[in-house]
């Protein structure tokens, strides 16, 4: 089994998708600026597919966010936790964060077309579609951008709290099929994000567009813009 901070390379696909909530953004993406954000950024987010309070954690605790903190006892001790504004407990076998870019994997009969609509609507319509062929050259601009210090890969899903981590998440977002890039390192429940200059990508990708999922039952799926229909052959 992968350790948390370590990315899983069991999986089939055959492209990469990445929603964004405006054109600018996608505009800039493409032109190689690369925003990322750290796991304490989307521990504090509330948004629904985009918020995580167990992101690279085992769970975080935050009185602004109008959590109760839990008991603490050490050596059995109960300690005063009267004046803690936040409580962050992760793996010991992860003890840094990083800074994070996501796509989602489009595989082969993967289930990501069921879902495709539910994470359009929560993370933009418009979209950049690399296809699987062109990762090898993204990987390589990433690592230089990162001065080889990043692992990218797909994220696991798991319903034990205890292996939560960088590439292992809560089953609750298996339905994102997440592939993420985790650059350089930064101290746990870091908070600023970073820009990373990545170089254009506009020849790798396809911007926008229509996308059709065929299915084994015969269902075709087309994807537009924030539209999805499905027909029967």
């Known amino acids: ?20 909530s405006s054109k600018e953004r996608l505009e800039s993406f493409v032109a190689g600026t690369w925003y990322c954000n750290t796991p ?20 975080y605790w935050d009185v602004e966010l109008g959590h109760s903190l839990p008991k603490l006892t050490i050596d059995g001790q109960e300690k005063d936790l009267s004046e803690a504004k936040n409580i962050l407990c992760y793996n010991s076998l ?4 990083s800074w994070l870019q996501c ?5 082969p009969y ?28 993204l990987v390589s601009k990433v690592d230089i951008a990162s001065k080889s210090n990043m692992h990218h890969g ?14 292992v998440k809560s089953l609750g977002y298996s339905y994102q099929k997440e592939y993420r890039f985790a650059l350089e390192k930064c101290e746990k429940g870091h908070k600023s994000a970073r820009e990373f ?3 254009n990508i506009e020849h790798l ?29």
């Not at 299915?215 to 999805?228: K, L």
């Open 197 to 199: 200059e990545v170089g």
């Open 110 to 137: 993967n289930g990501y077309e069921d879902t495709i609509d539910k994470v359009s609507k929560e993370c933009g319509k418009d979209f950049i579609l690399l296809p699987i062929k062109n990762l090898p050259e």
């Open 1 to 20: 089994m992968n350790k948390p901070d370590e990315p899983s390379n069991d999986f089939k696909a055959l492209a990469l998708i990445k929603f964004f």
């Open 94 to 97: 992860e003890s840094h964060d």
């Open 40 to 59: 304490q950024y989307y521990r504090g987010n509330t948004m629904p597919g985009v918020g995580d309070r167990t992101e690279s954690c085992i769970n």
């Open 205 to 233: 990708v396809t911007i926008n567009g229509t996308l059709k999922f065929e299915q084994p039952n015969g269902a075709i799926i087309y994807y537009s813009n924030g539209n999805t229909l499905k027909t029967l052959k």
């Open 103 to 107: 796509f989602s994997l489009i595989g």
């Open 154 to 167: 797909a994220v696991r899903y798991s319903d034990n709290p205890l292996e939560f981590g960088i590439f």
